[in-house]
């Protein structure tokens, strides 16, 4: 009964695959040849790339489109002017 368990254990873990590595976006938004060609796998079977690898490639995208976000604008913007600063 040992021999039995051992090997069905055995089986159990043997059957388990590694996940694949996942490329990240901004290693991705860094080379268009490598993203274009994730962007088509993930296209054509997102199940078989996996959904945190495709997730990272519109990521990516975006990344190349939009750039990395806007700067803050640290000093006020005064959107309407007051009479009350010229002392009116």
């Known amino acids: 009964m040992k021999k039995m368990s051992l090997l069905l254990t055995a089986m159990v873990l043997g059957a388990c695959e590694k996940p694949m590595p996942v490329e ?6 860094e080379n268009p040849k490598r993203l274009d060609e994730l962007r ?3 296209r054509d079977d997102q199940a078989k790339l ?12 975006r990344i190349r ?13 005064k959107l309407f002017h007051s009479g009350a600063e010229d002392g009116r």
């Open 65 to 77: 489109f939009m750039g990395k976000g806007t700067p803050y604008t640290p000093y006020p913007v």
């Open 50 to 61: 996996g959904e945190a690898q495709c997730n990272a490639v519109g990521h990516a995208q």
């Open 24 to 29: 990240s976006a901004e290693t991705l938004a």
């Open 40 to 42: 088509l796998q993930c």
